[in-house]
Protein backbone atom coordinates (compact mmCIF):
# COMPACT_ATOMS: atom_id res chain seq x y z
CA UNK A 1 0.00 0.00 0.00
CA UNK A 2 3.26 2.14 0.55
CA UNK A 3 3.52 2.21 -3.43
CA UNK A 4 0.32 3.63 -4.03
CA UNK A 5 1.82 6.74 -3.57
CA UNK A 6 5.21 7.12 -4.12
CA UNK A 7 4.98 8.46 -7.40
CA UNK A 8 5.43 12.02 -7.81
CA UNK A 9 2.86 14.05 -10.35
CA UNK A 10 4.43 17.64 -9.68
CA UNK A 11 5.89 20.42 -7.45
CA UNK A 12 4.16 23.64 -6.13
CA UNK A 13 5.24 26.41 -3.95
CA UNK A 14 2.77 27.44 -1.15
CA UNK A 15 3.09 31.04 0.77
CA UNK A 16 2.31 30.50 4.24
CA UNK A 17 2.12 33.48 6.64
CA UNK A 18 4.71 33.13 9.78
CA UNK A 19 5.22 34.98 13.27
CA UNK A 20 6.77 38.03 12.56
CA UNK A 21 10.77 38.22 12.91
CA UNK A 22 11.88 42.04 14.57
CA UNK A 23 8.80 43.69 13.19
CA UNK A 24 9.16 42.38 9.82
CA UNK A 25 6.47 40.16 8.26
CA UNK A 26 7.51 36.65 7.38
CA UNK A 27 6.33 34.47 4.61
CA UNK A 28 7.19 30.76 4.14
CA UNK A 29 7.93 29.48 0.51
CA UNK A 30 7.07 25.76 1.31
CA UNK A 31 7.88 23.95 -1.86
CA UNK A 32 5.07 21.33 -1.80
CA UNK A 33 5.07 17.39 -3.60
CA UNK A 34 1.74 16.51 -5.41
CA UNK A 35 1.28 12.51 -5.74
CA UNK A 36 -0.20 9.96 -7.93
CA UNK A 37 -2.88 8.37 -6.29
CA UNK A 38 -2.97 4.30 -7.36
CA UNK A 39 -6.04 3.30 -5.15
CA UNK A 40 -8.43 2.21 -7.66
CA UNK A 41 -11.22 2.64 -5.15
CA UNK A 42 -10.50 6.32 -4.46
CA UNK A 43 -11.91 8.85 -6.65
CA UNK A 44 -9.07 10.88 -6.63
CA UNK A 45 -6.30 10.60 -8.77
CA UNK A 46 -4.19 12.96 -7.26
CA UNK A 47 -3.53 14.24 -3.45
CA UNK A 48 -1.31 17.25 -1.63
CA UNK A 49 1.49 16.45 0.59
CA UNK A 50 0.78 17.53 4.37
CA UNK A 51 2.77 19.46 6.81
CA UNK A 52 2.52 19.16 10.39
CA UNK A 53 2.92 23.40 10.96
CA UNK A 54 0.14 24.36 8.60
CA UNK A 55 -3.08 23.18 8.09
CA UNK A 56 -4.56 22.23 4.34
CA UNK A 57 -5.31 25.02 2.58
CA UNK A 58 -3.87 26.75 5.56
CA UNK A 59 -2.65 30.14 4.64
CA UNK A 60 -1.41 30.82 7.91
CA UNK A 61 1.07 28.40 10.17
CA UNK A 62 -0.58 27.20 13.33
CA UNK A 63 1.58 28.77 15.55
CA UNK A 64 0.54 32.67 14.11
CA UNK A 65 -3.15 31.31 14.01
CA UNK A 66 -2.85 30.70 17.55
CA UNK A 67 -1.75 34.24 18.03
CA UNK A 68 -4.53 35.54 16.47
CA UNK A 69 -6.93 33.84 18.63
CA UNK A 70 -5.60 35.04 21.34
CA UNK A 71 -5.29 38.50 20.39
CA UNK A 72 -8.92 38.59 19.32
CA UNK A 73 -9.91 36.83 22.77
CA UNK A 74 -8.88 40.15 24.50
CA UNK A 75 -10.27 42.89 21.88
CA UNK A 76 -12.82 42.79 19.36
CA UNK A 77 -12.31 41.13 15.95
CA UNK A 78 -11.91 45.16 14.11
CA UNK A 79 -9.59 46.34 16.98
CA UNK A 80 -7.42 42.84 16.75
CA UNK A 81 -6.86 43.84 13.08
CA UNK A 82 -5.58 46.70 13.69
CA UNK A 83 -3.26 45.36 16.41
CA UNK A 84 -2.16 42.53 14.52
CA UNK A 85 -1.29 44.96 11.17
CA UNK A 86 1.09 46.95 13.45
CA UNK A 87 2.76 44.04 13.90
CA UNK A 88 2.89 42.71 9.67
CA UNK A 89 0.43 40.24 10.03
CA UNK A 90 -2.17 40.66 7.75
CA UNK A 91 -5.70 39.35 8.63
CA UNK A 92 -9.30 41.17 8.21
CA UNK A 93 -11.79 41.63 10.77
CA UNK A 94 -14.04 39.02 8.70
CA UNK A 95 -11.23 36.31 8.59
CA UNK A 96 -10.69 36.69 12.51
CA UNK A 97 -14.68 35.69 12.94
CA UNK A 98 -14.50 32.68 10.41
CA UNK A 99 -11.21 31.46 12.56
CA UNK A 100 -13.10 32.12 16.04
CA UNK A 101 -16.05 30.48 14.61
CA UNK A 102 -14.35 27.37 13.69
CA UNK A 103 -12.95 26.97 17.33
CA UNK A 104 -14.19 22.94 18.39
CA UNK A 105 -15.88 22.33 21.32
CA UNK A 106 -13.19 21.68 23.71
CA UNK A 107 -14.97 21.24 27.06
CA UNK A 108 -15.02 16.98 27.84
CA UNK A 109 -18.65 16.51 28.72
CA UNK A 110 -17.62 13.25 30.92
CA UNK A 111 -15.43 14.94 33.39
CA UNK A 112 -18.11 17.50 34.48
CA UNK A 113 -19.29 16.77 37.93
CA UNK A 114 -20.37 19.97 40.00
CA UNK A 115 -21.41 23.08 38.08
CA UNK A 116 -23.32 26.34 38.68
CA UNK A 117 -26.12 27.77 36.27
CA UNK A 118 -27.06 31.21 35.89
CA UNK A 119 -28.77 33.54 32.79
CA UNK A 120 -28.13 36.15 31.53
CA UNK A 121 -29.18 39.21 28.47
CA UNK A 122 -28.62 38.32 25.11
CA UNK A 123 -30.64 41.22 23.98
CA UNK A 124 -32.09 43.19 27.48
CA UNK A 125 -35.76 42.41 28.17
CA UNK A 126 -36.04 40.36 24.63
CA UNK A 127 -33.58 37.40 24.91
CA UNK A 128 -32.02 35.56 27.28
CA UNK A 129 -29.21 32.47 27.35
CA UNK A 130 -27.80 30.68 29.89
CA UNK A 131 -23.98 29.80 31.10
CA UNK A 132 -22.91 26.98 33.06
CA UNK A 133 -19.03 27.08 35.20
CA UNK A 134 -17.32 24.05 36.33
CA UNK A 135 -16.90 24.90 40.39
CA UNK A 136 -14.43 22.54 40.54
CA UNK A 137 -11.97 24.16 37.56
CA UNK A 138 -13.87 27.65 37.94
CA UNK A 139 -14.43 27.61 34.21
CA UNK A 140 -16.98 28.48 31.90
CA UNK A 141 -17.93 25.34 30.29
CA UNK A 142 -20.82 26.05 28.03
CA UNK A 143 -23.63 28.34 26.68
CA UNK A 144 -27.13 28.16 24.91
CA UNK A 145 -29.53 30.94 23.39
CA UNK A 146 -32.11 29.92 25.79
CA UNK A 147 -33.48 29.92 29.20
CA UNK A 148 -36.20 27.81 28.04
CA UNK A 149 -36.83 24.52 30.52
CA UNK A 150 -37.32 21.85 27.86
CA UNK A 151 -33.89 23.17 26.41
CA UNK A 152 -32.26 23.74 29.16
CA UNK A 153 -33.42 19.95 30.32
CA UNK A 154 -31.71 18.60 27.14
CA UNK A 155 -28.60 20.63 27.19
CA UNK A 156 -28.09 19.07 31.38
CA UNK A 157 -28.65 15.66 29.55
CA UNK A 158 -25.34 15.90 27.42
CA UNK A 159 -23.54 16.15 30.91
CA UNK A 160 -24.22 12.79 32.15
CA UNK A 161 -22.06 12.87 34.89
CA UNK A 162 -23.17 15.86 37.20
CA UNK A 163 -23.79 15.36 40.69
CA UNK A 164 -24.22 18.90 41.74
CA UNK A 165 -26.05 22.12 40.61
CA UNK A 166 -25.77 25.63 41.88
CA UNK A 167 -28.58 27.78 41.45
CA UNK A 168 -30.67 30.85 41.77
CA UNK A 169 -34.36 30.42 42.92
CA UNK A 170 -35.61 30.36 39.57
CA UNK A 171 -37.81 26.98 39.14
CA UNK A 172 -36.82 27.13 35.06
CA UNK A 173 -33.23 25.73 36.30
CA UNK A 174 -35.27 23.60 39.44
CA UNK A 175 -37.22 21.87 36.91
CA UNK A 176 -34.87 21.48 34.12
CA UNK A 177 -32.04 19.64 36.82
CA UNK A 178 -35.05 17.54 38.62
CA UNK A 179 -35.79 16.30 34.60
CA UNK A 180 -32.42 15.88 33.29
CA UNK A 181 -30.76 14.24 36.21
CA UNK A 182 -32.77 12.18 38.72
CA UNK A 183 -30.54 12.13 41.49
CA UNK A 184 -29.00 15.34 41.45
CA UNK A 185 -27.82 17.67 44.68
CA UNK A 186 -29.41 21.00 43.71
CA UNK A 187 -28.17 23.65 46.24
CA UNK A 188 -30.25 27.02 46.08
CA UNK A 189 -27.93 29.83 46.40
CA UNK A 190 -27.33 31.95 49.63
CA UNK A 191 -27.02 35.56 48.26
CA UNK A 192 -30.40 35.23 46.61
CA UNK A 193 -32.41 33.79 49.99
CA UNK A 194 -31.22 37.25 51.10
CA UNK A 195 -31.79 39.06 48.48
CA UNK A 196 -35.56 38.07 48.21
CA UNK A 197 -35.98 38.39 51.96
CA UNK A 198 -34.98 41.93 51.48
CA UNK A 199 -37.26 42.63 48.73
CA UNK A 200 -40.25 41.30 50.15
CA UNK A 201 -39.27 43.45 53.05
CA UNK A 202 -38.60 46.60 51.10
CA UNK A 203 -41.76 46.29 49.75
CA UNK A 204 -43.90 45.77 52.75
CA UNK A 205 -42.35 49.11 54.35
CA UNK A 206 -42.52 51.46 51.46
CA UNK A 207 -46.25 50.01 51.45
CA UNK A 208 -46.54 50.30 54.86
CA UNK A 209 -45.04 53.16 55.59
CA UNK A 210 -44.49 57.16 54.97
CA UNK A 211 -41.19 58.48 52.90
CA UNK A 212 -40.12 60.33 56.02
CA UNK A 213 -41.43 58.15 59.38
CA UNK A 214 -41.84 61.09 62.84
CA UNK A 215 -40.44 60.08 65.56
CA UNK A 216 -39.57 62.37 68.83
CA UNK A 217 -37.02 64.46 69.01
CA UNK A 218 -33.69 62.72 69.70
CA UNK A 219 -30.89 65.11 68.45
CA UNK A 220 -30.53 68.88 68.88
CA UNK A 221 -29.20 71.47 67.07
CA UNK A 222 -25.31 72.03 67.04
CA UNK A 223 -23.69 74.92 68.22
CA UNK A 224 -22.93 75.43 64.36
CA UNK A 225 -26.75 75.36 63.47
CA UNK A 226 -27.29 77.91 66.08
CA UNK A 227 -24.60 80.18 65.08
CA UNK A 228 -25.59 79.57 61.45
CA UNK A 229 -29.26 81.45 62.19
CA UNK A 230 -28.46 83.73 64.60
CA UNK A 231 -25.43 85.05 62.06
CA UNK A 232 -25.63 83.93 59.14
CA UNK A 233 -28.58 85.25 57.83
CA UNK A 234 -27.94 88.50 55.63
CA UNK A 235 -30.24 90.74 57.52
CA UNK A 236 -28.74 90.02 61.09
CA UNK A 237 -25.36 89.95 59.09
CA UNK A 238 -26.03 93.80 58.88
CA UNK A 239 -27.42 94.43 61.92
CA UNK A 240 -24.66 93.09 63.85
CA UNK A 241 -22.04 94.92 61.94
CA UNK A 242 -24.02 98.07 62.18
CA UNK A 243 -24.10 97.35 66.05
CA UNK A 244 -21.05 96.96 66.15
CA UNK A 245 -19.93 100.01 64.60
CA UNK A 246 -22.07 102.03 66.72
CA UNK A 247 -19.96 100.45 69.78
CA UNK A 248 -16.99 101.69 68.41
CA UNK A 249 -15.51 98.59 67.08
CA UNK A 250 -13.36 99.35 63.49
CA UNK A 251 -14.00 97.52 60.25
CA UNK A 252 -11.29 95.41 60.56
CA UNK A 253 -12.56 94.14 63.59
CA UNK A 254 -15.62 93.64 62.53
CA UNK A 255 -14.59 91.66 59.56
CA UNK A 256 -12.68 89.59 61.31
CA UNK A 257 -15.50 88.95 64.00
CA UNK A 258 -17.41 87.82 60.79
CA UNK A 259 -15.18 86.75 58.68
CA UNK A 260 -15.77 88.39 55.87
CA UNK A 261 -13.64 90.80 53.85
CA UNK A 262 -13.91 94.62 54.49
CA UNK A 263 -15.36 95.37 51.51
CA UNK A 264 -18.19 93.52 52.50
CA UNK A 265 -18.51 95.22 55.92
CA UNK A 266 -18.16 98.45 54.46
CA UNK A 267 -21.08 97.27 52.12
CA UNK A 268 -23.27 96.20 54.89
CA UNK A 269 -22.97 100.04 56.67
CA UNK A 270 -23.78 101.35 53.85
CA UNK A 271 -27.65 99.34 53.81
CA UNK A 272 -30.42 100.80 55.50
CA UNK A 273 -31.79 97.67 57.41
CA UNK A 274 -35.41 99.04 57.16
CA UNK A 275 -35.28 98.10 53.76
CA UNK A 276 -33.45 95.07 53.66
CA UNK A 277 -35.66 91.98 53.03
CA UNK A 278 -34.09 88.21 53.11
CA UNK A 279 -32.92 86.75 50.42
CA UNK A 280 -34.88 83.83 49.15
CA UNK A 281 -33.62 81.72 46.11
CA UNK A 282 -35.34 81.38 43.35
CA UNK A 283 -36.73 77.85 43.92
CA UNK A 284 -38.08 78.91 47.13
CA UNK A 285 -39.80 81.60 45.97
CA UNK A 286 -41.65 79.42 43.26
CA UNK A 287 -42.42 76.80 45.90
CA UNK A 288 -44.15 79.18 48.49
CA UNK A 289 -46.32 80.63 45.35
CA UNK A 290 -47.40 77.46 44.40
CA UNK A 291 -48.53 77.24 47.79
CA UNK A 292 -50.48 79.66 47.97
CA UNK A 293 -52.01 79.24 44.20
CA UNK A 294 -53.00 75.37 45.77
CA UNK A 295 -54.34 77.12 48.42
CA UNK A 296 -56.58 79.42 46.53
CA UNK A 297 -57.74 76.46 44.52
CA UNK A 298 -58.58 74.45 47.89
CA UNK A 299 -60.53 77.38 49.47
CA UNK A 300 -62.18 78.10 46.35
CA UNK A 301 -63.25 74.23 45.61
CA UNK A 302 -64.01 74.19 49.53
CA UNK A 303 -66.50 77.41 49.19
CA UNK A 304 -68.44 75.40 45.80
CA UNK A 305 -68.88 72.76 48.00
CA UNK A 306 -70.59 74.75 50.65
CA UNK A 307 -72.68 76.08 47.82
CA UNK A 308 -74.37 72.84 46.97
CA UNK A 309 -72.37 72.41 43.66
CA UNK A 310 -71.60 68.29 43.56
CA UNK A 311 -68.02 67.04 43.10
CA UNK A 312 -68.51 66.17 39.80
CA UNK A 313 -69.05 69.92 38.86
CA UNK A 314 -66.42 70.80 40.83
CA UNK A 315 -63.73 68.90 39.22
CA UNK A 316 -65.25 69.91 35.21
CA UNK A 317 -64.88 73.75 36.40
CA UNK A 318 -61.53 73.54 38.11
CA UNK A 319 -60.04 71.51 35.88
CA UNK A 320 -59.02 68.24 38.36
CA UNK A 321 -59.89 64.44 38.82
CA UNK A 322 -62.55 63.77 41.29
CA UNK A 323 -59.87 62.45 43.53
CA UNK A 324 -58.10 65.58 43.39
CA UNK A 325 -61.57 67.13 44.55
CA UNK A 326 -61.93 64.60 47.15
CA UNK A 327 -58.81 65.36 48.62
CA UNK A 328 -59.23 68.88 48.76
CA UNK A 329 -62.49 68.62 50.52
CA UNK A 330 -60.63 66.58 53.36
CA UNK A 331 -60.28 68.43 56.65
CA UNK A 332 -57.18 67.21 57.27
CA UNK A 333 -55.49 67.88 53.42
CA UNK A 334 -52.75 70.15 53.25
CA UNK A 335 -51.12 72.56 50.60
CA UNK A 336 -47.45 71.76 52.27
CA UNK A 337 -45.38 68.85 50.41
CA UNK A 338 -43.94 66.98 53.27
CA UNK A 339 -40.92 66.15 50.98
CA UNK A 340 -40.07 69.34 50.30
CA UNK A 341 -37.69 70.16 53.29
CA UNK A 342 -36.76 66.36 53.58
CA UNK A 343 -33.16 65.96 53.81
CA UNK A 344 -32.55 63.26 51.33
CA UNK A 345 -29.21 61.74 51.26
CA UNK A 346 -26.98 62.90 48.36
CA UNK A 347 -23.32 63.81 47.41
CA UNK A 348 -23.40 66.00 50.00
CA UNK A 349 -25.07 63.76 52.75
CA UNK A 350 -21.21 62.54 54.30
CA UNK A 351 -20.04 66.13 54.23
CA UNK A 352 -23.15 68.03 55.74
CA UNK A 353 -21.36 68.34 58.93
CA UNK A 354 -18.38 69.59 57.45
CA UNK A 355 -19.59 72.50 55.30
CA UNK A 356 -22.07 73.39 58.10
CA UNK A 357 -19.23 73.86 60.15
CA UNK A 358 -16.79 75.52 57.50
CA UNK A 359 -19.63 77.61 56.43
CA UNK A 360 -20.07 79.08 60.22
CA UNK A 361 -16.12 79.95 60.67
CA UNK A 362 -17.28 82.61 57.64
CA UNK A 363 -16.06 80.21 54.80
CA UNK A 364 -16.84 81.19 50.98
CA UNK A 365 -19.14 78.49 49.48
CA UNK A 366 -16.36 77.85 46.41
CA UNK A 367 -13.46 77.77 49.23
CA UNK A 368 -15.44 74.78 50.89
CA UNK A 369 -16.52 73.16 47.70
CA UNK A 370 -12.48 73.18 47.03
CA UNK A 371 -11.98 71.46 50.20
CA UNK A 372 -14.40 68.69 50.09
CA UNK A 373 -13.76 67.91 46.37
CA UNK A 374 -10.50 67.10 46.93
CA UNK A 375 -11.98 64.41 49.49
CA UNK A 376 -14.27 63.17 47.25
CA UNK A 377 -17.24 65.26 46.65
CA UNK A 378 -18.54 65.54 42.81
CA UNK A 379 -21.66 68.14 43.52
CA UNK A 380 -21.49 71.78 42.29
CA UNK A 381 -20.89 74.64 44.08
CA UNK A 382 -24.68 75.51 43.91
CA UNK A 383 -25.83 72.58 45.94
CA UNK A 384 -23.81 74.01 48.88
CA UNK A 385 -25.87 76.99 48.68
CA UNK A 386 -29.08 75.16 48.13
CA UNK A 387 -28.01 73.01 51.81
CA UNK A 388 -27.21 75.67 53.69
CA UNK A 389 -30.47 77.86 52.52
CA UNK A 390 -32.99 74.71 53.60
CA UNK A 391 -30.87 74.38 56.67
CA UNK A 392 -31.79 78.14 57.48
CA UNK A 393 -35.42 77.62 56.84
CA UNK A 394 -35.71 74.14 58.67
CA UNK A 395 -33.78 75.78 61.78
CA UNK A 396 -35.99 78.67 61.58
CA UNK A 397 -39.50 76.79 61.11
CA UNK A 398 -38.58 74.21 64.62
CA UNK A 399 -37.34 77.77 66.70
CA UNK A 400 -41.32 78.95 65.83
CA UNK A 401 -42.35 75.82 66.91
CA UNK A 402 -40.74 75.19 69.89
CA UNK A 403 -42.34 78.65 70.80
CA UNK A 404 -45.52 77.37 71.25
CA UNK A 405 -46.01 75.80 74.92
CA UNK A 406 -47.86 72.55 73.55
CA UNK A 407 -45.15 71.71 71.13
CA UNK A 408 -43.60 68.02 71.35
CA UNK A 409 -40.48 68.33 69.52
CA UNK A 410 -40.44 65.53 66.63
CA UNK A 411 -38.13 64.75 64.25
CA UNK A 412 -38.12 62.49 60.76
CA UNK A 413 -36.20 59.54 60.06
CA UNK A 414 -36.35 58.58 55.84
CA UNK A 415 -38.05 55.82 55.01
CA UNK A 416 -35.14 54.94 52.59
CA UNK A 417 -32.73 54.58 55.39
CA UNK A 418 -34.58 51.76 57.05
CA UNK A 419 -35.39 49.70 54.13
CA UNK A 420 -31.20 50.03 53.90
CA UNK A 421 -30.91 48.53 57.42
CA UNK A 422 -32.33 45.41 56.30
CA UNK A 423 -29.09 44.34 54.84
CA UNK A 424 -26.39 46.98 56.22
CA UNK A 425 -25.40 47.17 59.52
CA UNK A 426 -26.05 50.81 61.37
CA UNK A 427 -22.76 51.99 60.68
CA UNK A 428 -22.40 52.04 57.17
CA UNK A 429 -26.03 53.60 56.97
CA UNK A 430 -24.58 57.64 57.75
CA UNK A 431 -28.61 58.66 57.41
CA UNK A 432 -29.38 57.63 60.43
CA UNK A 433 -27.88 57.82 64.09
CA UNK A 434 -27.59 55.38 67.02
CA UNK A 435 -30.42 57.59 68.89
CA UNK A 436 -33.04 58.14 65.71
CA UNK A 437 -32.52 54.16 65.44
CA UNK A 438 -33.42 53.12 68.76
CA UNK A 439 -36.29 55.87 68.70
CA UNK A 440 -37.69 54.09 65.74
CA UNK A 441 -37.95 50.65 66.76
CA UNK A 442 -39.39 52.28 70.06
CA UNK A 443 -42.06 53.88 67.97
CA UNK A 444 -42.70 51.18 65.42
CA UNK A 445 -42.48 47.71 67.17
CA UNK A 446 -43.34 46.00 63.57
CA UNK A 447 -40.14 47.46 62.34
CA UNK A 448 -37.96 46.08 65.27
CA UNK A 449 -39.43 42.84 64.82
CA UNK A 450 -38.82 42.39 61.63
CA UNK A 451 -35.49 43.42 62.31
CA UNK A 452 -34.48 40.87 64.86
CA UNK A 453 -36.67 38.22 62.31
CA UNK A 454 -33.86 39.16 59.65
CA UNK A 455 -31.25 38.37 62.02
CA UNK A 456 -32.64 35.01 63.03
CA UNK A 457 -32.03 34.48 59.18
CA UNK A 458 -28.63 35.52 58.81
CA UNK A 459 -27.22 33.56 61.79
CA UNK A 460 -29.30 30.44 60.39
CA UNK A 461 -27.39 30.79 57.16
CA UNK A 462 -24.06 31.62 59.07
CA UNK A 463 -23.90 28.77 61.21
CA UNK A 464 -25.05 26.80 59.27
CA UNK A 465 -28.31 25.06 60.87
CA UNK A 466 -30.65 24.03 58.32
CA UNK A 467 -32.51 22.72 60.84
CA UNK A 468 -34.09 25.51 62.04
CA UNK A 469 -35.34 27.10 58.59
CA UNK A 470 -39.16 25.51 59.24
CA UNK A 471 -39.28 26.77 62.70
CA UNK A 472 -38.34 30.38 61.17
CA UNK A 473 -40.49 30.29 58.45
CA UNK A 474 -43.52 29.56 60.65
CA UNK A 475 -42.49 32.76 62.49
CA UNK A 476 -42.28 34.59 59.36
CA UNK A 477 -45.95 33.53 58.64
CA UNK A 478 -47.32 34.79 61.85
CA UNK A 479 -46.29 38.73 60.69
CA UNK A 480 -49.70 37.91 58.13
CA UNK A 481 -47.70 40.28 55.30
CA UNK A 482 -48.75 39.17 51.42
CA UNK A 483 -45.06 40.10 50.32
CA UNK A 484 -43.42 37.85 53.21
CA UNK A 485 -46.21 35.00 52.55
CA UNK A 486 -45.31 34.91 49.27
CA UNK A 487 -41.40 34.30 49.96
CA UNK A 488 -41.73 31.83 52.06
CA UNK A 489 -44.35 30.24 49.78
CA UNK A 490 -41.34 30.19 47.56
CA UNK A 491 -38.79 28.90 49.88
CA UNK A 492 -41.11 25.55 50.95
CA UNK A 493 -41.19 25.30 47.08
CA UNK A 494 -38.00 24.70 47.21
CA UNK A 495 -37.26 23.80 50.26
CA UNK A 496 -34.92 20.80 49.73
CA UNK A 497 -32.36 22.91 47.69
CA UNK A 498 -32.48 25.88 49.88
CA UNK A 499 -31.94 23.23 52.93
CA UNK A 500 -29.06 22.07 50.67
CA UNK A 501 -27.66 25.80 49.96
CA UNK A 502 -27.33 26.69 53.54
CA UNK A 503 -25.56 23.56 54.56
CA UNK A 504 -23.10 23.03 51.49
CA UNK A 505 -20.50 25.83 50.86
CA UNK A 506 -21.36 25.38 47.04
CA UNK A 507 -22.94 29.35 45.73
CA UNK A 508 -23.90 30.65 42.91
CA UNK A 509 -20.67 33.48 42.68
CA UNK A 510 -18.91 32.12 40.29
CA UNK A 511 -21.48 32.12 37.77
CA UNK A 512 -22.62 35.61 38.58
CA UNK A 513 -18.99 36.70 38.00
CA UNK A 514 -19.14 34.80 34.46
CA UNK A 515 -22.34 36.72 33.60
CA UNK A 516 -20.41 39.65 34.55
CA UNK A 517 -17.34 38.51 32.29
CA UNK A 518 -19.88 37.94 29.48
CA UNK A 519 -21.26 41.73 29.27
CA UNK A 520 -17.70 42.95 29.51
CA UNK A 521 -16.81 40.98 26.39
CA UNK A 522 -20.06 42.10 24.67
CA UNK A 523 -19.07 45.45 25.26
CA UNK A 524 -15.45 44.56 23.43
CA UNK A 525 -17.79 43.18 20.84
CA UNK A 526 -19.89 46.43 20.47
CA UNK A 527 -22.84 44.41 20.79
CA UNK A 528 -22.95 43.67 17.11
CA UNK A 529 -22.28 39.91 17.69
CA UNK A 530 -23.74 36.60 16.94
CA UNK A 531 -24.55 34.22 19.54
CA UNK A 532 -22.00 31.73 17.75
CA UNK A 533 -19.36 34.20 17.49
CA UNK A 534 -20.25 35.66 21.66
CA UNK A 535 -19.75 31.66 22.48
CA UNK A 536 -16.23 31.11 20.42
CA UNK A 537 -14.92 34.49 21.59
CA UNK A 538 -16.20 33.35 25.42
CA UNK A 539 -14.72 29.66 25.70
CA UNK A 540 -11.87 30.71 23.59
CA UNK A 541 -10.76 33.47 26.16
CA UNK A 542 -11.15 30.71 28.97
CA UNK A 543 -8.97 28.23 27.44
CA UNK A 544 -6.66 30.81 27.03
CA UNK A 545 -6.81 31.83 30.92
CA UNK A 546 -6.18 28.23 31.74
CA UNK A 547 -3.09 27.59 29.94
CA UNK A 548 -1.92 31.01 31.06
CA UNK A 549 -2.39 30.01 35.09
Known amino acids: MSLLWKRIHSRYQREVQDLPIQGKKVVLLVLTRKFFCDNDTCCKRTFSERHPFVDANGKRTKRLEKNILFTSSQLSSINASKVLKNSNVDISKSSICV ?80 KSHLGIVQVSDRFHMIKGLTEAMTKYIIREFPARLE ?5 TNSEEHVKLINQRNHVDRVRFAQTKKAEGMTVNEIALLLHSSVKTIQKYLKLDTDKIEDKVIAREANHRLALQQKQEEVNTARKMACDGIPIEQIAKEMHHTFKTIQNYLNPSYSVENKHYHARIPGKLAPYEAEVIKLRCEGMTYPCIHKIISEKGYEGSVASLRMFIQKERIRCVSSQKEEACSDYQPKEYVQRRSLTQLIYKGLDDVKTISQEQYEQVLKSYPMIADLYVTIKEFYEIIHSKHEEKLDAWLVKLEKFNIPELQTYVNGIRQDIVAVKNGIAMQYNNGL ?27 VLLHEQFCCEIN
Open 215 to 219: IPAVS
Open 511 to 537: AEGSVNKLKVIKRIMYGRNSFELLKAK
Open 99 to 178: LLKKMPSIVDNLSVRKVCVDDFAIRKRFSYGTVMVDLETHRIIDLIPTRNTEEVRAWLATYPNIEVISRDGAQIYANASK
